[in-house]
Protein backbone atom coordinates (compact mmCIF):
# COMPACT_ATOMS: atom_id res chain seq x y z
CA UNK A 1 0.00 0.00 0.00
CA UNK A 2 1.23 3.64 -0.68
CA UNK A 3 2.04 5.48 2.70
CA UNK A 4 -0.43 8.12 3.69
CA UNK A 5 0.07 11.94 3.15
CA UNK A 6 0.76 12.93 6.46
CA UNK A 7 -1.47 15.90 6.10
CA UNK A 8 -4.33 13.48 6.03
CA UNK A 9 -4.32 12.79 9.67
CA UNK A 10 -4.00 16.25 10.40
CA UNK A 11 -6.86 17.04 8.30
CA UNK A 12 -8.98 14.15 10.00
CA UNK A 13 -8.07 15.38 13.37
CA UNK A 14 -9.30 18.77 12.27
CA UNK A 15 -12.59 17.29 11.58
CA UNK A 16 -12.90 15.40 14.94
CA UNK A 17 -12.32 19.06 16.45
CA UNK A 18 -14.67 20.45 14.95
CA UNK A 19 -17.17 17.76 15.74
CA UNK A 20 -18.05 17.05 12.56
CA UNK A 21 -20.20 13.63 11.85
CA UNK A 22 -18.25 11.02 9.82
CA UNK A 23 -21.83 9.58 8.74
CA UNK A 24 -23.76 12.90 7.21
CA UNK A 25 -21.01 15.56 7.93
CA UNK A 26 -21.19 16.09 3.70
CA UNK A 27 -25.24 15.58 3.55
CA UNK A 28 -25.98 18.93 4.29
CA UNK A 29 -23.73 21.29 2.27
CA UNK A 30 -23.96 25.05 3.04
CA UNK A 31 -23.32 27.72 0.14
CA UNK A 32 -24.15 31.65 -0.48
CA UNK A 33 -27.75 32.27 -1.52
CA UNK A 34 -28.34 33.80 -5.43
CA UNK A 35 -27.48 36.98 -4.72
CA UNK A 36 -24.50 36.80 -2.42
CA UNK A 37 -23.43 34.37 -4.77
CA UNK A 38 -23.63 36.46 -7.98
CA UNK A 39 -21.75 38.86 -6.44
CA UNK A 40 -18.75 36.27 -5.61
CA UNK A 41 -18.47 35.56 -8.68
CA UNK A 42 -18.51 39.09 -10.50
CA UNK A 43 -15.70 39.94 -7.89
CA UNK A 44 -13.81 36.58 -9.20
CA UNK A 45 -14.83 37.34 -12.92
CA UNK A 46 -10.70 37.47 -13.66
CA UNK A 47 -9.85 33.84 -11.83
CA UNK A 48 -13.12 32.37 -13.49
CA UNK A 49 -12.41 33.53 -17.45
CA UNK A 50 -8.84 33.05 -16.94
CA UNK A 51 -9.55 29.28 -15.72
CA UNK A 52 -12.21 28.45 -17.25
CA UNK A 53 -10.02 27.42 -20.62
CA UNK A 54 -7.79 25.35 -18.87
CA UNK A 55 -10.44 23.56 -17.07
CA UNK A 56 -11.78 22.61 -20.33
CA UNK A 57 -8.81 21.62 -21.61
CA UNK A 58 -7.92 19.68 -18.57
CA UNK A 59 -11.52 17.77 -19.21
CA UNK A 60 -10.38 16.74 -22.50
CA UNK A 61 -6.96 15.64 -21.85
CA UNK A 62 -7.82 13.71 -18.66
CA UNK A 63 -11.33 12.20 -20.40
CA UNK A 64 -14.45 13.39 -20.62
CA UNK A 65 -16.30 10.43 -19.24
CA UNK A 66 -16.42 9.79 -15.46
CA UNK A 67 -13.90 13.07 -14.72
CA UNK A 68 -15.14 16.62 -13.20
CA UNK A 69 -12.82 19.52 -12.99
CA UNK A 70 -13.62 22.54 -10.31
CA UNK A 71 -12.56 25.76 -9.28
CA UNK A 72 -13.08 27.58 -6.03
CA UNK A 73 -12.20 30.43 -4.19
CA UNK A 74 -9.87 31.18 -0.89
CA UNK A 75 -13.42 30.31 1.06
CA UNK A 76 -13.68 27.17 -1.00
CA UNK A 77 -16.99 28.29 -2.51
CA UNK A 78 -17.23 26.40 -5.87
CA UNK A 79 -17.09 28.86 -8.62
CA UNK A 80 -17.28 27.17 -11.49
CA UNK A 81 -17.88 23.12 -12.10
CA UNK A 82 -17.91 21.16 -15.38
CA UNK A 83 -17.57 17.41 -16.59
CA UNK A 84 -19.49 14.35 -16.57
CA UNK A 85 -22.94 14.56 -15.10
CA UNK A 86 -23.18 11.44 -13.80
CA UNK A 87 -20.74 12.07 -11.64
CA UNK A 88 -21.80 16.28 -11.15
CA UNK A 89 -25.33 14.04 -9.76
CA UNK A 90 -23.02 12.19 -7.32
CA UNK A 91 -20.95 14.80 -6.04
CA UNK A 92 -23.91 16.76 -5.59
CA UNK A 93 -25.58 14.35 -3.54
CA UNK A 94 -22.33 14.67 -1.67
CA UNK A 95 -22.70 18.27 -1.18
CA UNK A 96 -20.16 19.12 -3.74
CA UNK A 97 -21.82 21.65 -6.22
CA UNK A 98 -21.46 24.88 -7.26
CA UNK A 99 -21.94 28.12 -5.09
CA UNK A 100 -21.08 25.49 -2.09
CA UNK A 101 -18.55 25.36 0.26
CA UNK A 102 -15.91 22.96 0.50
CA UNK A 103 -14.27 23.60 3.95
CA UNK A 104 -13.65 20.48 6.66
CA UNK A 105 -16.03 21.99 9.02
CA UNK A 106 -18.67 20.85 6.06
CA UNK A 107 -17.62 18.23 3.64
CA UNK A 108 -14.73 16.74 5.88
CA UNK A 109 -11.29 15.85 4.48
CA UNK A 110 -11.18 16.42 0.67
CA UNK A 111 -8.71 17.57 -1.53
CA UNK A 112 -9.67 21.77 -2.33
CA UNK A 113 -9.73 21.79 1.76
CA UNK A 114 -6.10 20.48 2.24
CA UNK A 115 -4.55 22.31 -0.67
CA UNK A 116 -5.70 25.29 1.05
CA UNK A 117 -4.50 24.80 3.98
CA UNK A 118 -1.37 22.85 3.76
CA UNK A 119 -0.39 25.17 0.97
CA UNK A 120 0.58 22.12 -1.83
CA UNK A 121 -1.20 20.34 -4.40
CA UNK A 122 -2.80 17.36 -2.95
CA UNK A 123 -4.59 14.04 -4.05
CA UNK A 124 -7.10 12.77 -1.47
CA UNK A 125 -8.18 8.51 -2.64
CA UNK A 126 -11.05 6.57 -1.39
CA UNK A 127 -11.34 6.08 2.48
CA UNK A 128 -8.63 9.23 2.98
CA UNK A 129 -11.93 10.97 2.60
CA UNK A 130 -13.29 11.75 6.58
CA UNK A 131 -16.94 11.50 5.41
CA UNK A 132 -18.34 8.22 4.70
CA UNK A 133 -20.27 9.73 1.52
CA UNK A 134 -17.29 11.11 -0.05
CA UNK A 135 -15.18 7.67 -0.12
CA UNK A 136 -15.77 6.70 -3.58
CA UNK A 137 -14.37 9.33 -5.11
CA UNK A 138 -10.06 10.37 -5.57
CA UNK A 139 -9.93 14.48 -6.10
CA UNK A 140 -7.26 16.22 -6.48
CA UNK A 141 -6.68 19.97 -6.26
CA UNK A 142 -4.09 22.39 -6.52
CA UNK A 143 -3.55 25.78 -5.41
CA UNK A 144 -3.99 29.17 -7.40
CA UNK A 145 -1.47 31.91 -6.25
CA UNK A 146 -2.15 35.68 -6.86
CA UNK A 147 1.03 37.81 -8.37
CA UNK A 148 2.08 39.18 -4.70
CA UNK A 149 1.64 35.66 -3.45
CA UNK A 150 -1.98 35.59 -1.85
CA UNK A 151 -3.98 32.54 -2.08
CA UNK A 152 -6.91 33.19 -4.37
CA UNK A 153 -8.16 29.87 -4.53
CA UNK A 154 -8.09 25.97 -5.68
CA UNK A 155 -8.12 24.45 -9.03
CA UNK A 156 -9.66 20.25 -8.72
CA UNK A 157 -10.18 17.64 -10.52
CA UNK A 158 -12.85 14.30 -9.56
CA UNK A 159 -13.09 11.25 -10.40
CA UNK A 160 -14.68 7.54 -8.92
CA UNK A 161 -12.16 6.06 -6.71
CA UNK A 162 -11.93 2.83 -9.40
CA UNK A 163 -11.57 5.59 -12.34
CA UNK A 164 -8.91 7.39 -10.96
CA UNK A 165 -6.63 9.56 -13.14
CA UNK A 166 -2.91 8.40 -12.39
CA UNK A 167 -1.87 11.50 -14.19
CA UNK A 168 -4.15 14.32 -12.46
CA UNK A 169 -2.32 15.49 -9.65
CA UNK A 170 0.03 16.48 -12.21
CA UNK A 171 -2.35 17.72 -14.33
CA UNK A 172 -3.66 19.78 -11.82
CA UNK A 173 -0.52 21.46 -10.78
CA UNK A 174 0.59 22.22 -14.39
CA UNK A 175 -3.07 24.16 -14.85
CA UNK A 176 -2.74 26.03 -11.63
CA UNK A 177 0.94 27.15 -12.87
CA UNK A 178 -1.03 28.06 -16.45
CA UNK A 179 -3.92 29.58 -14.52
CA UNK A 180 -0.99 32.22 -12.03
CA UNK A 181 1.18 32.53 -15.52
CA UNK A 182 -1.88 34.02 -17.48
CA UNK A 183 -2.98 36.30 -14.23
CA UNK A 184 0.59 37.49 -14.22
CA UNK A 185 0.59 38.31 -17.61
CA UNK A 186 -2.81 39.97 -17.20
CA UNK A 187 -1.75 42.11 -14.23
CA UNK A 188 1.15 43.01 -16.45
CA UNK A 189 -0.64 44.33 -19.07
CA UNK A 190 -2.86 46.24 -16.68
CA UNK A 191 -0.36 47.90 -15.42
CA UNK A 192 1.27 49.19 -18.21
CA UNK A 193 -2.14 50.93 -18.94
CA UNK A 194 -2.29 52.19 -15.52
CA UNK A 195 1.22 53.54 -16.24
CA UNK A 196 -0.50 55.16 -19.75
CA UNK A 197 -3.27 56.98 -17.50
CA UNK A 198 -0.88 58.13 -15.13
CA UNK A 199 1.08 59.47 -18.24
CA UNK A 200 -2.25 61.50 -19.23
CA UNK A 201 -3.16 62.91 -16.08
CA UNK A 202 0.52 64.64 -15.99
CA UNK A 203 -0.12 66.68 -18.46
CA UNK A 204 -0.35 69.61 -19.01
CA UNK A 205 -3.85 71.35 -19.64
CA UNK A 206 -2.98 73.03 -22.48
CA UNK A 207 -1.46 70.34 -24.10
CA UNK A 208 -5.15 68.93 -24.18
CA UNK A 209 -8.53 70.60 -25.10
CA UNK A 210 -10.23 71.66 -22.70
CA UNK A 211 -14.58 71.93 -22.67
CA UNK A 212 -16.51 73.63 -20.25
CA UNK A 213 -20.31 73.30 -19.98
CA UNK A 214 -23.20 73.99 -17.87
CA UNK A 215 -25.94 72.20 -16.41
CA UNK A 216 -27.87 72.40 -19.57
CA UNK A 217 -25.03 71.47 -22.15
CA UNK A 218 -23.80 74.96 -23.24
CA UNK A 219 -20.56 76.03 -23.98
CA UNK A 220 -19.05 77.86 -21.09
CA UNK A 221 -15.55 77.43 -22.37
CA UNK A 222 -13.30 76.10 -24.91
CA UNK A 223 -9.90 76.20 -25.36
CA UNK A 224 -8.43 76.28 -29.10
CA UNK A 225 -6.82 72.88 -28.70
CA UNK A 226 -10.28 71.82 -27.93
CA UNK A 227 -11.88 74.08 -30.44
CA UNK A 228 -9.32 72.28 -33.27
CA UNK A 229 -10.06 68.47 -31.92
CA UNK A 230 -13.76 69.20 -32.08
CA UNK A 231 -13.95 71.03 -35.44
CA UNK A 232 -15.52 73.84 -34.34
CA UNK A 233 -15.04 77.37 -34.63
CA UNK A 234 -14.15 78.91 -31.74
CA UNK A 235 -16.22 82.23 -31.65
CA UNK A 236 -19.35 79.94 -32.75
CA UNK A 237 -18.77 77.90 -29.89
CA UNK A 238 -19.34 80.17 -27.00
CA UNK A 239 -22.62 80.08 -25.53
CA UNK A 240 -23.94 77.48 -28.05
CA UNK A 241 -25.37 74.38 -26.73
CA UNK A 242 -22.83 71.53 -27.06
CA UNK A 243 -25.62 68.61 -29.35
CA UNK A 244 -26.00 71.52 -31.38
CA UNK A 245 -22.08 71.75 -32.48
CA UNK A 246 -21.61 67.81 -32.67
CA UNK A 247 -23.28 64.59 -32.29
CA UNK A 248 -22.10 63.22 -28.73
CA UNK A 249 -21.14 59.53 -28.09
CA UNK A 250 -23.59 57.77 -26.19
CA UNK A 251 -21.56 57.43 -23.37
CA UNK A 252 -20.76 61.43 -22.84
CA UNK A 253 -24.38 61.63 -23.24
CA UNK A 254 -25.03 59.20 -20.47
CA UNK A 255 -22.21 60.51 -18.42
CA UNK A 256 -23.65 63.77 -18.17
CA UNK A 257 -27.63 62.81 -17.35
CA UNK A 258 -26.39 60.71 -14.71
CA UNK A 259 -23.43 63.00 -13.27
CA UNK A 260 -21.05 60.79 -13.25
CA UNK A 261 -17.16 60.06 -13.59
CA UNK A 262 -15.68 59.75 -17.10
CA UNK A 263 -12.56 58.43 -17.56
CA UNK A 264 -10.21 58.08 -20.44
CA UNK A 265 -12.79 56.93 -22.32
CA UNK A 266 -12.26 56.30 -26.07
CA UNK A 267 -14.69 57.53 -28.51
CA UNK A 268 -15.76 59.18 -31.29
CA UNK A 269 -17.40 62.37 -31.98
CA UNK A 270 -19.99 63.20 -35.20
CA UNK A 271 -19.61 66.90 -37.05
CA UNK A 272 -21.12 67.56 -40.61
CA UNK A 273 -20.57 63.05 -41.24
CA UNK A 274 -16.98 63.31 -40.23
CA UNK A 275 -15.71 61.22 -37.77
CA UNK A 276 -13.73 62.34 -34.66
CA UNK A 277 -12.20 59.93 -32.66
CA UNK A 278 -10.70 61.36 -29.16
CA UNK A 279 -10.07 59.71 -26.00
CA UNK A 280 -12.39 61.86 -23.16
CA UNK A 281 -12.50 62.23 -19.66
CA UNK A 282 -15.02 64.04 -17.53
CA UNK A 283 -15.87 65.24 -14.65
CA UNK A 284 -19.20 67.07 -13.08
CA UNK A 285 -18.67 70.52 -11.04
CA UNK A 286 -20.06 72.21 -8.16
CA UNK A 287 -20.57 74.94 -6.78
CA UNK A 288 -21.31 74.28 -2.86
CA UNK A 289 -23.18 71.14 -2.45
CA UNK A 290 -25.01 72.01 -6.00
CA UNK A 291 -23.89 70.79 -9.76
CA UNK A 292 -22.75 73.28 -11.56
CA UNK A 293 -21.77 71.35 -14.79
CA UNK A 294 -18.49 69.88 -16.60
CA UNK A 295 -15.70 69.80 -17.53
CA UNK A 296 -13.82 67.66 -20.55
CA UNK A 297 -10.22 67.07 -21.50
CA UNK A 298 -10.26 65.79 -25.12
CA UNK A 299 -7.10 64.48 -27.09
CA UNK A 300 -6.52 63.06 -30.16
CA UNK A 301 -6.44 59.24 -30.13
CA UNK A 302 -3.33 58.98 -32.57
CA UNK A 303 -1.44 61.18 -30.11
CA UNK A 304 -2.29 58.97 -27.21
CA UNK A 305 -1.13 55.64 -28.91
CA UNK A 306 2.15 57.52 -29.58
CA UNK A 307 2.58 57.96 -26.26
CA UNK A 308 1.40 54.16 -25.49
CA UNK A 309 4.16 53.41 -28.42
CA UNK A 310 6.55 55.61 -26.17
CA UNK A 311 5.68 53.92 -22.49
CA UNK A 312 5.67 50.10 -23.91
CA UNK A 313 8.86 50.34 -26.38
CA UNK A 314 6.93 49.49 -29.32
CA UNK A 315 9.89 50.01 -31.59
CA UNK A 316 12.85 48.46 -33.97
CA UNK A 317 16.30 48.22 -32.65
CA UNK A 318 17.82 46.09 -35.19
CA UNK A 319 19.08 47.77 -38.77
CA UNK A 320 20.78 46.44 -41.27
CA UNK A 321 24.39 47.07 -39.82
CA UNK A 322 24.02 44.53 -37.20
CA UNK A 323 23.35 41.63 -39.82
CA UNK A 324 26.35 40.06 -40.23
CA UNK A 325 27.08 38.40 -43.51
CA UNK A 326 29.30 38.35 -46.62
CA UNK A 327 28.48 35.24 -48.17
CA UNK A 328 26.99 36.05 -52.30
CA UNK A 329 23.45 35.06 -51.29
CA UNK A 330 23.57 37.05 -47.98
CA UNK A 331 24.68 40.10 -49.85
CA UNK A 332 22.45 39.31 -53.01
CA UNK A 333 19.34 39.16 -50.13
CA UNK A 334 20.90 42.41 -48.05
CA UNK A 335 20.81 44.09 -51.26
CA UNK A 336 16.77 43.00 -52.08
CA UNK A 337 15.47 43.83 -48.43
CA UNK A 338 17.16 47.17 -48.73
CA UNK A 339 15.45 48.05 -51.96
CA UNK A 340 12.27 46.50 -50.23
CA UNK A 341 12.54 48.93 -47.41
CA UNK A 342 11.91 51.84 -49.76
CA UNK A 343 8.39 51.09 -50.49
CA UNK A 344 5.50 49.79 -48.78
CA UNK A 345 4.69 46.56 -50.36
CA UNK A 346 3.75 43.70 -47.90
CA UNK A 347 6.82 41.69 -47.20
CA UNK A 348 7.11 38.36 -46.68
CA UNK A 349 9.78 36.52 -44.81
CA UNK A 350 10.34 32.62 -44.96
CA UNK A 351 13.34 30.94 -43.56
CA UNK A 352 13.98 27.87 -40.85
CA UNK A 353 13.68 28.85 -37.27
CA UNK A 354 16.86 30.63 -36.13
CA UNK A 355 17.55 32.53 -39.25
CA UNK A 356 17.02 36.02 -38.32
CA UNK A 357 13.15 36.85 -39.76
CA UNK A 358 12.64 39.21 -37.05
CA UNK A 359 16.24 41.28 -37.95
CA UNK A 360 15.22 41.59 -40.75
CA UNK A 361 11.72 42.50 -40.54
CA UNK A 362 12.93 45.28 -38.31
CA UNK A 363 15.83 46.29 -40.32
CA UNK A 364 13.39 46.69 -42.81
CA UNK A 365 11.25 48.91 -40.81
CA UNK A 366 14.00 51.19 -39.67
CA UNK A 367 15.37 51.90 -43.12
CA UNK A 368 11.93 52.83 -44.81
CA UNK A 369 9.93 56.23 -44.27
CA UNK A 370 8.37 54.22 -41.47
CA UNK A 371 11.00 54.55 -39.12
CA UNK A 372 9.74 57.13 -36.91
CA UNK A 373 6.49 54.86 -36.22
CA UNK A 374 5.29 52.25 -34.16
CA UNK A 375 6.75 48.73 -35.00
CA UNK A 376 4.19 45.77 -33.61
CA UNK A 377 5.95 42.43 -33.07
CA UNK A 378 2.50 39.98 -32.95
CA UNK A 379 3.93 35.57 -32.79
CA UNK A 380 0.89 34.16 -34.07
CA UNK A 381 2.12 30.98 -32.99
CA UNK A 382 2.57 32.17 -29.13
CA UNK A 383 -1.01 33.68 -28.62
CA UNK A 384 -3.87 31.13 -28.39
CA UNK A 385 -5.77 30.28 -31.52
CA UNK A 386 -9.09 31.33 -29.43
CA UNK A 387 -7.34 34.85 -28.25
CA UNK A 388 -5.67 35.64 -31.57
CA UNK A 389 -8.90 37.20 -33.45
CA UNK A 390 -9.39 39.64 -29.74
CA UNK A 391 -5.52 40.04 -30.22
CA UNK A 392 -5.18 41.49 -33.18
CA UNK A 393 -8.19 43.14 -34.05
CA UNK A 394 -9.39 44.75 -30.61
CA UNK A 395 -12.59 44.69 -29.15
CA UNK A 396 -15.01 47.17 -27.67
CA UNK A 397 -16.07 46.63 -23.94
CA UNK A 398 -19.56 45.69 -24.19
CA UNK A 399 -18.15 42.49 -26.44
CA UNK A 400 -17.02 41.29 -22.93
CA UNK A 401 -19.32 42.75 -20.55
CA UNK A 402 -17.30 45.36 -19.41
CA UNK A 403 -19.11 49.06 -20.81
CA UNK A 404 -16.11 51.08 -19.80
CA UNK A 405 -13.21 48.82 -21.39
CA UNK A 406 -11.97 48.06 -24.42
CA UNK A 407 -8.70 47.36 -26.42
CA UNK A 408 -7.14 48.43 -29.48
CA UNK A 409 -5.57 46.44 -31.70
CA UNK A 410 -2.67 45.95 -32.60
CA UNK A 411 -3.13 47.37 -36.39
CA UNK A 412 -4.26 50.45 -34.26
CA UNK A 413 -1.34 50.76 -32.08
CA UNK A 414 0.70 50.43 -34.82
CA UNK A 415 -0.96 53.21 -37.37
CA UNK A 416 2.04 55.12 -39.17
CA UNK A 417 3.94 52.08 -38.35
CA UNK A 418 4.72 48.42 -39.25
CA UNK A 419 2.86 45.45 -37.86
CA UNK A 420 5.29 42.11 -37.80
CA UNK A 421 3.64 38.82 -38.08
CA UNK A 422 5.87 35.97 -37.16
CA UNK A 423 4.48 32.80 -37.57
CA UNK A 424 1.93 33.61 -39.99
CA UNK A 425 1.04 30.37 -40.74
CA UNK A 426 -0.49 29.59 -37.34
CA UNK A 427 -3.56 31.72 -37.99
CA UNK A 428 -6.65 30.05 -38.33
CA UNK A 429 -8.55 30.41 -41.67
CA UNK A 430 -11.20 32.77 -40.15
CA UNK A 431 -8.78 35.12 -38.62
CA UNK A 432 -6.94 34.81 -41.87
CA UNK A 433 -10.36 36.49 -43.93
CA UNK A 434 -10.57 38.83 -41.67
CA UNK A 435 -6.67 39.82 -42.14
CA UNK A 436 -7.45 39.78 -45.75
CA UNK A 437 -10.12 42.23 -45.56
CA UNK A 438 -7.99 44.70 -43.24
CA UNK A 439 -5.12 44.29 -45.56
CA UNK A 440 -7.19 45.50 -48.88
CA UNK A 441 -9.39 48.10 -47.31
CA UNK A 442 -6.52 49.35 -44.54
CA UNK A 443 -9.63 49.77 -42.36
CA UNK A 444 -9.80 47.86 -38.96
CA UNK A 445 -13.49 47.21 -36.94
CA UNK A 446 -13.11 46.16 -33.41
CA UNK A 447 -14.69 42.62 -32.67
CA UNK A 448 -18.38 43.80 -31.11
CA UNK A 449 -18.01 47.14 -32.84
CA UNK A 450 -19.38 48.31 -35.67
CA UNK A 451 -17.50 51.57 -36.13
CA UNK A 452 -14.77 51.70 -38.95
CA UNK A 453 -11.28 52.56 -37.71
CA UNK A 454 -8.74 53.61 -40.87
CA UNK A 455 -5.10 52.58 -40.42
CA UNK A 456 -2.03 53.01 -42.12
CA UNK A 457 0.32 50.23 -41.57
CA UNK A 458 3.12 48.49 -43.63
CA UNK A 459 2.54 44.37 -42.69
CA UNK A 460 6.06 42.19 -42.65
CA UNK A 461 5.03 38.49 -42.19
CA UNK A 462 7.15 35.51 -41.59
CA UNK A 463 7.02 31.87 -41.49
CA UNK A 464 9.70 29.47 -40.71
CA UNK A 465 7.95 27.08 -42.64
CA UNK A 466 9.27 27.13 -45.96
CA UNK A 467 6.42 25.41 -48.09
CA UNK A 468 4.08 28.03 -47.26
CA UNK A 469 2.63 27.45 -50.75
CA UNK A 470 2.31 24.01 -49.63
CA UNK A 471 0.09 24.47 -46.90
CA UNK A 472 -2.07 26.52 -49.31
CA UNK A 473 -2.17 23.70 -51.79
CA UNK A 474 -3.62 21.88 -48.59
CA UNK A 475 -6.08 24.20 -47.89
CA UNK A 476 -4.56 25.45 -44.69
CA UNK A 477 -3.76 29.32 -45.67
CA UNK A 478 -5.50 31.13 -47.87
CA UNK A 479 -4.40 31.40 -51.34
CA UNK A 480 -5.44 35.25 -51.27
CA UNK A 481 -4.35 35.83 -48.13
CA UNK A 482 -0.98 34.67 -48.98
CA UNK A 483 -0.44 36.57 -52.14
CA UNK A 484 -1.42 39.23 -50.27
CA UNK A 485 1.50 38.73 -48.38
CA UNK A 486 4.10 37.57 -50.54
CA UNK A 487 4.22 41.06 -53.07
CA UNK A 488 7.82 40.39 -51.76
CA UNK A 489 9.53 37.48 -50.74
CA UNK A 490 12.62 37.54 -49.63
CA UNK A 491 13.76 33.96 -48.28
CA UNK A 492 16.94 33.97 -45.92
CA UNK A 493 19.42 30.88 -46.60
CA UNK A 494 20.14 28.65 -43.13
CA UNK A 495 23.43 28.80 -41.87
CA UNK A 496 24.98 25.75 -42.95
CA UNK A 497 24.68 27.18 -46.56
CA UNK A 498 26.64 30.81 -45.57
CA UNK A 499 29.92 29.27 -46.64
CA UNK A 500 32.35 31.38 -44.43
CA UNK A 501 29.91 34.00 -42.88
CA UNK A 502 30.17 31.76 -39.68
CA UNK A 503 33.99 33.25 -39.02
CA UNK A 504 32.16 36.31 -39.46
CA UNK A 505 29.68 35.82 -37.02
CA UNK A 506 31.95 33.77 -34.50
CA UNK A 507 34.15 36.78 -34.44
CA UNK A 508 30.71 39.31 -34.01
CA UNK A 509 29.71 37.33 -31.40
CA UNK A 510 33.01 36.12 -29.36
CA UNK A 511 33.53 40.29 -29.07
CA UNK A 512 29.86 40.68 -28.47
CA UNK A 513 29.69 38.66 -25.35
CA UNK A 514 33.49 39.22 -24.40
CA UNK A 515 32.23 43.19 -23.52
CA UNK A 516 29.32 41.92 -21.93
CA UNK A 517 31.35 39.77 -19.26
CA UNK A 518 34.45 41.80 -19.25
CA UNK A 519 36.24 38.63 -21.42
CA UNK A 520 38.98 39.08 -23.95
CA UNK A 521 38.98 35.70 -25.62
CA UNK A 522 40.19 34.17 -28.94
CA UNK A 523 38.81 30.68 -30.45
CA UNK A 524 41.67 27.89 -31.15
CA UNK A 525 42.14 26.48 -34.64
CA UNK A 526 40.57 23.48 -33.94
CA UNK A 527 37.58 24.61 -31.90
CA UNK A 528 36.75 27.11 -35.22
CA UNK A 529 36.86 24.29 -37.44
CA UNK A 530 34.63 21.96 -35.39
CA UNK A 531 32.45 25.41 -35.92
CA UNK A 532 32.47 25.72 -39.33
CA UNK A 533 32.43 21.56 -39.69
CA UNK A 534 28.84 21.62 -37.71
CA UNK A 535 25.57 21.67 -39.31
CA UNK A 536 23.44 23.77 -37.03
CA UNK A 537 20.25 23.01 -36.97
CA UNK A 538 19.02 26.09 -34.88
CA UNK A 539 21.25 28.31 -37.53
CA UNK A 540 22.45 31.82 -36.47
CA UNK A 541 20.60 31.22 -32.79
CA UNK A 542 22.13 28.07 -31.84
CA UNK A 543 25.93 29.51 -33.12
CA UNK A 544 24.67 32.31 -30.56
CA UNK A 545 23.51 30.01 -27.53
CA UNK A 546 26.36 27.94 -28.37
CA UNK A 547 28.99 30.74 -28.22
CA UNK A 548 27.28 32.62 -25.29
CA UNK A 549 27.50 29.71 -23.17
CA UNK A 550 31.21 28.92 -23.76
CA UNK A 551 32.05 32.27 -22.87
CA UNK A 552 30.71 31.66 -19.75
CA UNK A 553 32.45 28.20 -18.63
CA UNK A 554 35.63 29.95 -20.13
CA UNK A 555 38.83 30.61 -17.10
CA UNK A 556 41.55 31.88 -19.55
CA UNK A 557 41.52 33.73 -22.55
CA UNK A 558 41.09 30.72 -25.26
CA UNK A 559 38.10 29.31 -26.15
CA UNK A 560 38.81 25.70 -27.24
CA UNK A 561 37.02 22.14 -28.46
CA UNK A 562 36.85 21.62 -24.40
CA UNK A 563 34.15 24.27 -24.07
CA UNK A 564 31.84 22.91 -27.36
CA UNK A 565 28.87 20.92 -26.42
CA UNK A 566 29.38 17.59 -26.31
CA UNK A 567 26.41 16.80 -29.18
CA UNK A 568 28.14 19.55 -31.30
CA UNK A 569 31.62 17.84 -31.45
CA UNK A 570 29.71 13.97 -31.18
CA UNK A 571 27.85 15.32 -34.38
CA UNK A 572 31.19 16.72 -36.30
CA UNK A 573 33.08 13.39 -35.37
CA UNK A 574 29.77 10.93 -36.62
CA UNK A 575 30.11 13.51 -40.02
CA UNK A 576 34.04 12.84 -40.45
CA UNK A 577 34.58 8.82 -39.44
CA UNK A 578 36.20 8.34 -42.44
CA UNK A 579 38.69 11.57 -42.80
CA UNK A 580 39.75 12.02 -39.51
CA UNK A 581 42.57 14.86 -39.87
CA UNK A 582 45.21 15.77 -37.92
CA UNK A 583 45.31 19.13 -35.65
CA UNK A 584 47.69 20.55 -38.25
CA UNK A 585 45.55 19.48 -41.05
CA UNK A 586 42.77 21.23 -39.21
CA UNK A 587 44.99 24.35 -38.76
CA UNK A 588 45.75 24.66 -42.62
CA UNK A 589 41.76 23.85 -43.06
CA UNK A 590 41.21 26.90 -40.68
CA UNK A 591 43.52 29.45 -42.06
CA UNK A 592 42.55 28.93 -45.45
CA UNK A 593 38.99 29.21 -45.14
CA UNK A 594 39.66 32.62 -42.76
CA UNK A 595 41.57 33.96 -45.17
CA UNK A 596 39.38 33.45 -48.32
CA UNK A 597 36.60 34.86 -45.77
CA UNK A 598 38.94 38.02 -45.43
CA UNK A 599 40.53 37.98 -48.35
CA UNK A 600 43.86 37.74 -46.95
CA UNK A 601 43.84 40.18 -44.26
CA UNK A 602 46.39 38.77 -41.91
CA UNK A 603 45.71 41.17 -39.14
CA UNK A 604 41.75 40.46 -38.95
CA UNK A 605 42.52 36.80 -39.72
CA UNK A 606 44.98 36.39 -36.39
CA UNK A 607 41.96 37.81 -34.97
CA UNK A 608 39.35 35.50 -36.51
CA UNK A 609 41.33 32.81 -35.50
CA UNK A 610 42.57 33.55 -32.27
CA UNK A 611 46.15 33.75 -32.89
CA UNK A 612 48.73 36.49 -33.18
CA UNK A 613 49.98 37.71 -36.47
CA UNK A 614 53.77 36.08 -36.27
CA UNK A 615 52.14 33.02 -35.12
CA UNK A 616 49.67 33.53 -37.94
CA UNK A 617 52.97 34.20 -40.42
CA UNK A 618 54.84 31.11 -38.98
CA UNK A 619 51.42 28.72 -40.08
CA UNK A 620 51.54 30.55 -43.09
CA UNK A 621 55.20 29.88 -43.90
CA UNK A 622 55.15 26.31 -42.78
CA UNK A 623 51.66 25.31 -45.11
CA UNK A 624 53.52 27.53 -47.92
CA UNK A 625 51.08 30.16 -47.84
CA UNK A 626 50.78 33.87 -48.95
CA UNK A 627 48.22 36.37 -48.02
CA UNK A 628 48.31 37.17 -51.60
CA UNK A 629 47.04 33.71 -52.67
CA UNK A 630 43.95 34.74 -50.83
CA UNK A 631 43.32 37.27 -52.84
CA UNK A 632 41.28 38.25 -56.52
Not at 284 to 290: N, R, V
Request: charged content about 20%; hydrophobic content about 45%.
Amino acid sequence: MDAIDPAVPRSWHRCRQAGLDRASGALSPTGDDAVAFEHRLHAHFDLIAVARPFMEDIHQFVGERGVVVFLTDRNLCVLDILGDSSLQELMQACGMQRGVFLSEERIGTNAAAMALSEGIPVQVVGPEHYCVACQIFTDTAAPIHAPNGEMLGVLGIATLEEDGCPHSLGVAMAAAKAIENQLQADLSLSEAHQRHAELDVALEAMNKGILFLDLDGRVTHINARGAEILRIPHRLAMGREIRSLVTLPSGVDAAMDQQRVMKEREVVFQRRGQSLPCVVSMNPLSEGSQPAGFVLTLEHTAEVRQLVHRMVGASAHFTFADIVGQDVEMRRLLRYAHSAAQGDANVLLLGESGTGKDMFAQAIHNAGRRASGPFVSVNCAAVPRELLALDLFGYEGTFLGDREKGRSSRFELADGGTVFLENVDGLPLAVQATLLRLIDTKEVVRLGSARVIPVDVRVIAASSNMDLAGEVQRGRFRADLFYRLQVLTLTIPPLRERGNDILLLVANLIERFGRRLGKNVTVSPAAMAMLQSYHWPGNVRELENVLERAMHMIDGDELTVDHLPRELCMANIGGIEERVVTLQEAERQAIIRAGRALQGNVTAMAQVLGIGRTTLWRKMKTFKMTAQSFKG
